[in-house]
């Protein structure tokens, strides 16, 4: 067994689709062509997004397609009080500070440009809680294992919610404190997310922690150049009887990796044999993917 552990973290607002099965597939197979663990997180930190049920619906999803994983599934909404000890550390170091301006009020500015920084705005209203990032590094840098060397300035991506005026938990907290409890050493996820990745390393900084190695994937999308969503109505994969050998086939198509043309009807356990033996970082593909099809 290496040391490498990765994850996948689904948001159960809707059933899987044809774009995150292959993001669900490039992260199974990154991890265990080098023989490393892979998990499962349910991110449900939102529940007016999560109908019930949905969960349940995931895993079975991803079990029809032969991903499966290690140790037991972690739900994000056991989590808060990990997330609450985090966001005082931030608080008592200066690094996060209580706002309570409407996004009507500075979504002229593109990105909310700091007032409550110093002293709040709105003292009367509720407040969110939000990252300063003017009190770090003003820039972050990491390697991404597709995209090469990456360098981005803090400042123009503004200071992110960390707790919404809900009581919510806002992703950029929740998934840097549970990928280090997990000690998850590598993610694979959609480009979409690659301007998260800053946000994300100065938390694990301002934490103790060393931030997982970064692999961005391509997106899929629609014949309409939108990216396949559970927004755009993108469809649930087929899991009836043999429908996930043809859709898996089309994954592996879509992910560069070049299956042969004879696995296309075999069992998933032997598309997804060949596929771990021989996945390819640098067979991705260098742009997003108009997927052939998202059933």
């Known amino acids: 067994m290496s040391g490498y552990v990765g994850r996948f973290a689904p ?6 689709h044809f774009g995150s099965l ?4 490039a992260s199974w197979l990154d991890a265990r062509a080098v023989d490393g663990q892979w998990h499962v997180r349910i991110e ?3 529940p007016p997004r999560c109908p019930p049920g949905t969960d349940t619906l995931v895993l079975k999803q991803l079990e029809a ?3 499966v994983w290690d140790g037991p599934v972690t739900w994000q909404h056991d989590h808060g009080e990990r997330y609450e000890a985090f966001l005082n550390t931030l608080v008592e170091s200066g690094h996060a500070y209580p706002c309570g301006c409407s996004r009507k009020e500075w979504q002229a500015y593109g990105v909310y440009p700091g007032w409550c920084r110093h002293t709040p705005r709105h003292p009367e209203r509720s ?3 939000r990252l300063d990032v003017t009190s770090g590094p003003s820039t972050i840098c990491w390697n991404d294992r597709r995209l090469g060397k990456q360098q981005w300035p803090l400042e123009p991506l503004g200071d992110v919610v960390l707790k919404r005026r809900d009581g919510l938990w806002a992703y950029q907290l929740a998934v840097v404190i549970d990928d280090a ?3 998850i ?3 694979v996820r959609g480009v979409d997310l690659l301007d998260n990745t800053p946000w994300q390393h100065l938390l694990h900084d301002l934490a103790g922690y060393t931030p997982p190695r970064m692999l961005h994937l391509p997106l899929m999308l629609t014949p309409e150049g939108q990216k396949l969503s559970k927004q755009n109505l993108a469809p649930a994969l087929d899991t009836r009887r043999d429908a996930p050998r043809s859709i898996l086939h089309q994954a592996l198509m879509a992910l560069g990796q070049k299956p042969p043309e004879e696995l296309m009807d075999a069992p998933v356990v032997d598309q997804l044999a060949h596929a771990r033996a021989h996945w390819r970082i640098s067979r991705l593909p260098g742009c997003n993917v108009t997927a052939r099809s998202t059933t």
């Open 127 to 129: 407040s969110a809680w």
């Open 11 to 16: 948001t159960p607002s809707g059933p899987l």
């Open 181 to 183: 409890e997990q000690g």
């Open 185 to 187: 050493t590598d993610v």
């Open 44 to 46: 449900d930190i939102d």
């Open 65 to 67: 397609f032969g991903l």
């Open 22 to 25: 292959t993001t669900a597939l």
